[in-house]
């Protein structure tokens, strides 16, 4: 990322840390993007997905899973139930939580959204071969193994 006074210094240019921030930035911004034409963030799409392959949950079970705060999962779990793409009931073996389930306009949502983030990717990672960006996607899995944390779920980091 050049600047109108020229391009940062060669340690910089050259650290895997600060090239691997760069490029998710940019990762951040065409995946929003894509997002925003879906009418939805990130949030909702890694809500949707997680409900969608693991099947209904309750909503601190799903924040867990996908990393949401109590409050942005209720706000998100409030806002895609407004849009009838899932259901919250409480559960019957303890009626003080929520079970969440996706529902069949839910799952036409998550293939539009999909449709959209493969289409991110795409933009995102052009300049590289197929091979090559899967080599990149090994990598950076071997990374985040390494260091502890799971590799992510979805097609975007959260």
Do not use: C, W
Not at 22 to 30: E, F, P, V, Y
Not at 65 to 77: C, F, H, P, Q, W
Not at 106 to 123: M, N, P
Request: hydrophobic residues 40%; glycine residues 6%; proline residues 8%.
């Amino acid at each position: 990322m050049n600047t109108p006074e020229g391009p940062p210094p060669k340690r910089l240019r050259t650290l895997p840390s600060r090239l691997t921030n760069q490029a998710a930035l940019t990762a951040n911004r065409i995946v929003d993007q894509a997002l925003a034409q879906g009418g939805v963030r990130r949030y909702h799409y890694a809500l949707l997905a997680a409900l969608e392959e693991y099947g209904p949950a309750s909503q601190a079970a799903l924040g867990r899973r996908i990393g949401i705060d109590r409050s942005d999962m209720v706000a998100t779990v409030n806002d895609l139930a407004e849009r009838q793409l899932l259901d919250r009931a409480p559960d019957p073996e303890d009626r003080r939580r929520n079970i969440v389930t996706i529902t069949e306009a839910g799952r036409k949502q998550l293939t539009h959204l999909d449709r959209l983030l493969a289409a991110a990717q795409d933009e995102f990672l052009a300049p590289l071969p197929e091979a090559d960006r899967r080599n990149l996607i090994d990598l950076l899995i071997r990374v985040i193994e390494h260091h502890g944390d799971k590799p992510p779920n979805v097609s975007f980091d959260e």
